[in-house]
């Protein structure tokens, strides 16, 4: 039985890929065959619109032990301790049904990582919301969080941080990006391409059910009004098992009988089992009769396309299988061998005692469609703004509507729903400039920031790009941490356009061009194309996640200012770049005008040089400067600390506004002893930074000399409301 | 000193409170919910977080567990017992505590860092505070709201079986100060012979500087004295 029109086209299939099947099969595909090609065809798992542009991106260097293309990147920070990480988006699942389609965007992140031997030590996310007005923002605000923290809470891994936006550009598709991050040994790194003939394949975890079927095809489509519809596609967590499935494969791991292992993600079945064969070279034969199922009559077509979350196919060394399967007999969870690979470089699948599907692995892997797309170079805009023009306002008012906004205020409301330090060894929690997570028993930790700037990148896509690997650099070098590599989820609409095509490569060569520059390779990552509803796409998102390593856990800083008396001084230049701003969007909604311009030689001398300093414990407290400018960061710093400061004016002739709110790139505050300030400019100047003495730090008013005057309690006030106003329940 | 903490699968802070023993010397054993016998030990330590998944309800299937009848008759002959979180969860269910741990008032996961006061030290888990001590602990629960009747909220009143309870910077223990909704800023009850205590904040997490404090220590070196 041939397969009709309506089925390719529901398939996602286009008529050019479809012809290429037949060529490759030279016949036509059954529907179980169409199935399994257009879940490894489809943009979410072949990549096929982004791959010839990654490649552009630098991905490797003398820490990197694995790059992308594998579960999780890999990366060696020293001694016997490897770091593996990975941000994966599950955006399309989270606008259909929030709480499941955040809580199992965490845990299949949270396998990633666990699959290639690292026990998870911390969590982060990155979530952009639509509008606080939209009216299905609450709701949706309300279910990704509790999904992020019911799955991680349970498994007990911290969620120590991330980032949360509100726009209007995602009022019908939100994202929620979920970053793992694990630790293990160098040595015992496990990987997915299998090995050996007739080799066991063997599945683990939970039973397969009819829950998730082409998801990864719908996470590559655009919505529409009907998406509501889809919602069967969005799978179900259970992170009760993933915590049994995680220390199974843990204690498993630590003989020598896995050969390879993949959790099967995305398109389930179909693709952890061509991801093996097709790296190992091999062909693999399934008997699917054996595939342990939830639900009775489950059809070949089903059990390949399913995505039933927290399940493994692992590829044993056959004289261990006993062994093995007493370890998931200990956890009770299914352990049953269900194939085994072959020479035949073919993906045979039987049921019934039938052949029910007969692929060539290469069609379904390297002979995927790949595509060069159509693109065009943003226009950027020109437009300046001066303040002169604008309707006067009070300086500490544009300050207080910054700190109140949605986008700026204290998010305790949703970190507060998030256990941060089970396993002890969050040594900081969300707030700061990154998080900073202890390597268990040792005098070493690592510090993880996770960063987007959507506005950036819209205005300017490739300058957009350099400033959210820049902005990820400096937020690890303020906590006293040495940047070290990043994985990278990149946010799109739909790249058959050529102008959002245009968009992505140019951010892609932004982040290409910093992380060259500054020695901070990509490990890993995921693409999420088609964020579009009806035909509006989101502004480009491309969200970077940076880890660092602290090697003297005795050398780390945070944001609060310390002790009255201490001097801030401003590291980097501060110019006023205005337009872009959050000074411009809160106070007057001009969002119009260039983002601030990166200067990547600045960039790392300024900061290398506060890492130093820091190192060298001259440093009490920093932060760095970000959307907002100076005076929001110096506000935050006091709020923090419940410390005052009082700002001095700049001694040159500049336009306040422009001073303290202008968000130019490369600039850090840190606090330091007046004792100590000779010295630091003598390194500063040996160093050519560029850096002005800019307050002093004092009890409990927060001022600006001859300007204006707030308490900090009142500051604390305004940046702690807007949540908990916001989610009160009427 | 000897202490043995029970692992259900799902419990996740089994390794947290191990660690916290062990810096303090304790011998400590790692014993899996399927045993039938537990190893000779002056502290048992049934740990926090979601064993069995908090499904049915949050502890109702640990409680039924092959170790627990073992917690059970230990318990009550007399030997120390500690649940924090979803352990204090379980001793309710398997009946070594009475009253209930309802969903939180507030309808929320909560995980911050809180302030209880230190009511009684004149038992085997205080008596290294001081009376009246504000001590910063951590909480991350769903369920930590607690409650019983009028004539058993009496007894634990009356005869100093509220060792502490949720308090503000300045000691105030009201509705303002109260995390969860728990009756009279409950924190941790014991049983009638001060063996047995449940607590929903963990003293696990407070017993490492570089982490968020030590305030919890003093409860571990207490049990030594």
Redesign the interface.
């Known amino acids: 039985m041939t397969v009709t029109k309506e089925q390719i086209e529901s398939h996602g299939l286009k008529t050019e890929e479809y012809k290429k099947i037949k060529e490759l099969l030279s016949r036509d595909p059954n529907l179980l065959e169409l199935g399994i090609f257009s879940a490894m065809w489809n943009e979410h798992c072949s990549y096929k619109s982004s791959k010839i542009h990654l490649k552009k991106l630098p991905t490797k260097n003398n820490i990197v032990i694995q790059g992308p293309g594998e579960n999780a990147g890999v990366i060696d920070i020293g001694g016997n301790d490897a770091i593996v990480f990975k941000i994966e988006s599950h955006n399309h699942p989270s606008f259909i049904e929030p709480y499941q389609g955040a809580a199992t965007g965490v845990g299949g992140i949270l396998r990633d990582v666990f699959t290639m031997g690292a026990r998870p030590i911390a969590l982060m996310n990155s979530i952009h919301f639509g509008s606080p007005e939209n009216k299905k923002t609450q709701n949706l605000l309300s279910g990704v969080v509790?999904g992020i923290?019911?799955y991680g809470?349970?498994?007990?891994i911290p969620t120590v941080g991330g980032e949360t936006k509100f726009n209007s550009t995602y009022n019908e598709n939100i994202l929620v990006n979920a970053m793992a991050i694990g630790h293990a040994n160098k040595n015992k790194i496990f990987y997915s391409k299998a090995k050996g003939l007739n080799k066991p394949v063997v599945y683990v975890g939970s039973k397969t059910g009819r829950d998730g079927i082409h998801g990864a095809t719908m996470a590559s489509a655009e919505f529409d009004e009907n998406s509501e519809e889809k919602k069967p596609t969005v799978q179900v967590g259970?992170?009760?098992?993933e915590?049994?499935l995680l220390e199974a494969c843990l204690e498993l791991m630590k003989d020598n009988s896995i050969i390879s292992i993949q959790d099967m993600g995305a398109a389930g079945l179909t693709s952890s089992s061509i991801e093996m064969a097709s790296k190992g070279k091999l062909g693999i034969e399934l008997d699917l009769n054996k595939v342990p199922c939830r639900e009775n009559n489950m059809s070949p077509y089903e059990m390949m396309l399913s995505e039933s979350q927290e399940r493994m196919l692992i590829i044993l060394d056959d004289k261990k299988e006993k062994e093995a399967k007493k370890i998931f007999d200990k956890?009770?969870l299914d352990f049953v061998v269900i194939g085994k690979t072959t020479d035949t470089n073919r993906l045979i699948l039987n049921f019934d005692n039938k052949k029910v599907a007969d692929i060539p692995i290469p069609a379904l892997a390297d002979k995927a469609p790949l595509y060069d797309r159509k693109w065009v170079k943003s226009k950027l805009p020109k437009n300046k703004v001066k303040i002169k023009d604008l309707k006067k306002i009070k300086i500490e008012d544009a300050l207080i509507k910054i700190l109140s906004s949605p986008n700026h205020s204290n998010k305790?409301w949703i970190t507060?729903?998030?256990?941060?330090?089970?396993?002890?060894?969050?040594?900081q929690k969300s707030g700061g400039d990154s998080a900073v997570v202890?390597i268990h028993n040792k005098d070493k930790a690592i510090a993880i920031s996770v960063d987007s700037s959507a506005n950036y990148c819209k205005a300017d896509p490739k300058s957009g790009g350099k400033q959210i690997v820049c902005e990820n650099w400096r937020n690890l070098i303020s906590v006293g941490a040495k940047p070290l590599a990043i994985t990278n989820c990149l946010n799109f609409g739909n790249p058959e356009k050529p102008k959002i095509m245009g968009e992505f490569v140019e951010c892609v060569d932004g982040i290409k061009e910093a992380c060259e520059f500054l020695n901070f390779p990509v490990v890993s990552g995921n693409v999420s194309f088609y964020n579009e509803t009806n035909s509006k796409s989101i502004f480009p998102t491309p969200v970077i996640g940076g880890i660092g390593v602290i090697d003297n856990?005795k050398r780390i800083v945070d944001i609060k200012t310390k002790k009255s008396g201490n001097l801030i001084i401003v590291i980097g230049k501060t110019i006023g770049h205005i337009t872009q701003s959050s000074f411009l969007q809160e106070n007057f909604s001009i969002f119009d005008g260039p983002p601030p311009e990166i200067n990547l030689v600045n960039e790392k001398n300024n900061g290398l040089a506060v890492l130093q300093l820091i190192r060298d414990n001259l440093v009490m407290s920093a932060h760095d400067i970000s959307s907002g400018g100076m005076l929001v960061s110096l506000s935050e710093m006091s709020i923090h600390s419940g410390l005052g400061l009082k700002i001095y004016k700049p001694k040159k002739l500049v336009n306040l506004f422009e001073y303290f709110f202008g968000e130019d790139q490369g600039r850090y505050l840190i606090e330091i002893s007046k004792n100590n300030i000779k010295k630091i400019e003598t390194f500063l100047r040996k160093n050519n930074i560029f850096f002005e003495v800019i307050a002093e730090v004092q009890n409990d008013t927060f001022e600006i000399e001859k300007t204006f005057s707030l308490k900090i309690k009142d500051l604390h006030n305004y940046n702690n409301q807007w949540y908990s106003k916001y989610n009160a329940?009427n | 000193m000897k202490s043995s903490v029970i692992v259900f699968?799902?419990s996740?802070?089994d390794?947290?409170v191990a660690?916290?023993l062990e810096r303090l010397q304790f011998k400590n054993s790692m014993v899996w919910h399927k045993e039938t016998e537990l190893p000779k030990s002056d502290l048992i330590v049934v740990p926090?977080?979601?064993s069995?998944?908090?499904?049915l309800r949050s502890g109702a299937i640990a409680a039924k567990s092959n170790i627990l009848s073992e917690v059970i008759s230990a318990g009550k002959k007399g030997a120390l017992v500690l649940g924090i979180c979803n352990g204090f969860q379980i001793l309710i269910e398997c009946g070594l505590l009475q009253g209930a741990l309802l969903r939180n008032s507030g309808?929320?996961?909560?995980?911050?860092d809180i302030l209880v006061k230190v009511q009684s030290n004149k038992n085997k888990f205080f008596n290294k505070y001081k009376s009246d001590e504000i001590l910063k602990l951590?909480i991350?629960h769903n369920e930590g709201n607690y409650f019983t009747n009028k004539k058993h909220l009496e007894e634990l009143e009356n005869n100093e079986l509220i060792p502490i309870k949720y308090c503000d910077e300045k000691g105030n223990i009201n509705l303002k100060s109260n995390p969860n909704g728990s009756i009279n800023n409950i924190a941790g009850i014991f049983n009638k012979n001060k063996n047995i205590l449940g607590m929903m904040p963990h003293p696990?997490?407070m017993?490492?500087k570089?982490?968020?404090g030590e305030d919890g220590l003093g409860l571990f070196l207490s049990l030594m004295n």
Do not use: H
């Open positions: 509790s923290g019911g809470n349970s498994v007990g259970d992170p009760f098992t915590k049994l956890w009770d305790n507060d729903q998030y256990d941060q330090i089970v396993m002890c060894d969050t040594v202890r856990l329940i | 699968p799902g996740n802070c390794r947290d660690v916290a926090g977080g979601f069995y998944g908090d499904y309808l929320k996961f909560i995980s911050k951590n991350a696990e997490r017993a490492d570089i982490l968020s």
